[in-house]
């Protein structure tokens, strides 16, 4: 087989993501349900390939150059196809995110306006060197109807070769080409030009990395930067709560971009509340940085002006002292990156001006940071979280893979009749109803 | 007064828009009245300064460097500023785009997820030389709680400088700096990397600024490029409704974006529609350009492959016959903007088979392509048209100016609790209800 160009590629799912928005539910969901059964049928292909990605990777080990944690993520098992399987299954069985008439309007008598909501078209996507990346944003992307040129890491191209070839295989009844592989880190530039076929980027990876893809092209790119999540500690705080979640907020999953990175405490508390979280903290290894006076309180290492801007994502937290909510605000307002922040307070007024001053995706009130996730949130699969503000933001689900579409069903009407002198009034009346291709509704 | 560098302008807005999003409806809009109120108290000052603009213009025009039209444009009189006002009130009376509850939902018990619509925070806009463009985006910047940045084209430099300072002073209780003009055309370009500040741009102009703002900015960009809209005349066509509609989308306003370009005409009935159709835009001037199918059943201009491509805004229109509604669907696919199409046909299956397979913002079964219009569409205000998939498409309407924030009300709930062996499960069950700030609701 000769490699087809980028550009090829390209093309093929332009002309695929039209043909795919016509399926129903049904065909595209008995498609995802015929690659879970191929990864099943097929998984000593799959973990042969594996085994040269993870030989390859623990060579690198060995020479120092890759670490035993992303060695871990790389490899594959026939359990972890079995939950894989079982992912694709799930997805495959969520609502149809298509076809939903959000608005059914009367315009005029036999005059009906549908916006419905449709698929995005061709979605360009780059992610992580897990095998079970390629699947799962393959299957969003089927699910709700979009076609998807796929870029993984290179440490698992072996395997990301044969799922892929399984997923084609597999998907044979749908429209060809609506799933594409590219391999080389110049395709991804490549990509970045085609404003023309591409309709969304989503890059997954470092802040650097999709700021870079963000710099580089003019199409519309949902991702997540960084994650400086904050907790706020109020002066009005049941402080057992609040020590119960600025430890969950930090401990139970460090690495991930919903954990908290700074605690800001109110200076009529910070006296009681911080020797009360910093044993906890200590128990957990929980490295702790602060300010002056968070210092005077409980002994911990000095935060430097970096670390109030610092995804550690690690065990490791900065606190500072605020003398007011609205420094706290205020706080947030100058180092967050509007991911998720949350406010421990029995005030009610409190915890609504903290939530309504915030310009964050998620703001939480007496709720760990942690919550804010696709899964947690009930959205079924999670396409990933977006810090920006345009089309889909916080935890993504199906939803933030559809557009809308307006559909008018008329008998002829032009606009002169609405116009000038004699114009006819518009009735502009919404109704409950969905489109029905092709014909107006028996109202 | 000393001039703010553009950079002080944007962090003012910046921090205007944080107090915005917390102001309710009744005070946005009370504001908005009061912009009414000093446009007609304060009508000599506007009409002084416009006199001046339109003189500079007339001089331009009379060196040949303007049109009449631009001229005209340009012009306000009393009963203009009088339906400016009114314009501003009408926007004032439209329902709170903010504040709406889109999902409620209970993750737990006494642990609930809102997801509720918020402004987008600082909006730039760029647009054309028509003074009354700058308060129509102020008006509708302002309902949706969102801080605008004002470039105006500079013919009408004299005329905006006084709109901005009547409004500036009318909404004296709104935050400071809510607005700010900015007047050259390095400042556009500064904001272009302000991508920290500014959360979206809306271009208006030409096709070729809008793309010009699109590949020098990593900001979201909200704007229409093209509109090279369609009308497809099906072999089951009442044809006396198709010439009604084709003679509508092409004449009734052929300046605008929605009108038609193409006339995409079915072989069978083409000899009988196209001296039908000929008559008519022979009366109105309309100049027609076709394929040699065309040619050979009524005489007009040969149409190059340019004229497929081009969006005349003119009394203009290119004709094709085609063999299949297929072939209108491959034409329309090649050759469109993605703005707005119409097939006529009395023949239900291949209206939907026409709309369902093209990804164009609108299309429309037996209306006028004319009707694609936000006001016609009963959205009320309109702050344009996007050709764009993501985040808002087709005409936008104040919605497009917001978009979500997930509040969650919790009492000291954390992740740990829902993951491990004993995981507590998520109910994860929509109800109706709205966010009350602060509290969790008594259900």
């Not at 580089?216 to 609040?242: F, K, P, Q, R």
């Not at 995804?311 to 967050?336: C, N, R």
Request: with cysteine; hydrophobic share 40%.
């Amino acid at each position: 087989m000769t490699e087809k160009s980028t550009e090829t590629k390209v093309a093929e799912a332009e002309s695929a993501a039209l043909k795919l928005a016509q399926l129903s539910d049904d065909e595209r969901s008995a498609a995802l349900n015929a690659i879970a059964d191929a990864i099943i049928e097929r998984s000593d292909e799959i973990l042969e390939a594996n085994e040269r990605d993870v030989s390859e990777a623990e060579e690198l080990l060995a020479a120092g150059e890759y670490s035993q944690a992303l060695v871990d993520r790389l490899e594959l098992s026939p359990s972890k196809l079995d939950s894989i399987a079982e992912m694709v299954r799930s997805v495959a069985a969520q609502d149809d995110p298509l076809g939903e008439t959000q608005t059914a309007r009367e315009l005029d008598e036999d005059l009906e306006l549908y916006k419905c909501t449709v698929p995005i078209g061709v979605i360009g996507t780059i992610f992580e060197s897990r095998p079970d990346a390629l699947v799962q944003i393959a299957a969003l992307g089927l699910k709700s109807g979009n076609a998807v040129i796929l870029k993984g890491g290179s440490e698992a191209s072996h395997s990301n070769r044969v799922l892929f070839e399984i997923i084609r295989e597999a998907t044979s009844e749908m429209p060809d080409g609506w799933s594409q592989l590219i391999e080389a880190r110049a395709d991804v530039d490549a990509l970045l030009d085609m404003d023309d076929a591409i309709d969304l980027l989503m890059p997954r990876g470092s802040s650097a990395f999709v700021e870079y893809i963000q710099d580089n092209t003019s199409i519309a790119v949902l991702g997540h930067t960084e994650g400086i999540c904050h907790v706020y500690v109020d002066d009005a705080a049941d402080l057992s709560m609040a020590a119960d979640i600025a430890y969950d907020a930090k401990v139970q999953y460090p690495a991930v971009c919903n954990a908290v990175e700074t605690l800001l405490v109110h200076e009529s508390v910070a006296a009681e509340f911080l020797p009360k979280i910093a044993e906890r903290y200590v128990d957990a290894n929980v490295e702790m940085r602060g300010d002056e006076a968070s210092r005077a309180i409980v002994d911990m290492e000095q935060a430097e002006s970096d670390d109030w801007a610092t995804e550690y994502g690690d065990l490791v937290v900065a606190v500072k002292v605020v003398d007011s909510l609205g420094e706290a605000i205020d706080h947030i307002t100058t180092y967050g990156s509007k991911h998720t922040e949350s406010i421990v307070t029995e005030d009610a007024e409190r915890a609504s001006r903290f939530m309504r001053s915030l310009d964050s995706a998620s703001v939480f009130h007496n709720a760990s940071t942690r919550f804010s996730d696709g899964y947690r949130f009930g959205l079924g699969a999670e396409v990933g979280i977006s810090t920006g503000k345009i089309h889909a933001r916080g935890p993504v689900g199906l939803e933030g893979l559809t557009t809308y579409q307006y559909y008018l069903e008329g008998d002829g009407q032009v606009v002169g009749t609405y116009a000038g002198a004699d114009a006819k009034s518009f009735t502009h009346e919404d109704f409950d109803g969905s489109w029905t291709p092709g014909s107006l509704s028996d109202r």
